[in-house]
């Protein structure tokens, strides 16, 4: 059974920091690409940022370009997305998502059977 769990999410003040952490389980971690998307209400999920299975090439959204970063460790079968100079804008509730197929580096929603319950985060002064 796959699992993925998410932790990290809170209030921040805008221009702030929040670091989020996704614990995958039940498959074979290094060969799946890791999404973060995010759902603000009244909006359509969106992909914040992917990191394919090695952790050498990574996708952003234009919005979090030289904000967010995202990386993995295969060896604890985490990923982390650290986010940096928060605006009110970036609230949502996040998620991290795996694929179906692995070794499948995409932003197509679809093509994610595996997600996490979500976290909420809150920019707000």
């Known amino acids: 059974q796959v699992r993925l769990t998410e932790s990290g999410g809170g209030l921040v003040r805008p221009g702030g920091s929040l670091k989020l952490s996704c614990a995958v389980s039940?498959?074979?971690?290094?060969?799946?690409?890791v999404a973060w998307f995010r759902q603000a209400p009244g909006k359509e999920r969106e992909a914040v940022t992917v990191?394919?299975?090695?952790?050498?090439?990574?996708w952003h959204h234009d919005s979090v370009k030289g904000r967010f970063i995202v990386s993995r460790d295969n060896a604890k079968n985490t990923v982390n997305l650290e986010m940096n100079s928060l605006k009110p804008e970036d609230t949502a509730v996040y998620y991290c998502?795996?694929?179906?197929?692995?070794?499948?580096?995409?932003?197509?929603?679809?093509?994610?059977?595996?997600w996490g319950q979500g976290t909420q985060v809150t920019v707000s002064s």
């Open positions: 990191i394919n299975w090695i952790g050498d090439n990574r």
């Open positions: 998502a795996v694929p179906g197929l692995s070794r499948l580096f995409t932003i197509i929603p679809d093509r994610y059977n595996y």
């Open positions: 039940g498959l074979t971690f290094d060969e799946y690409a």
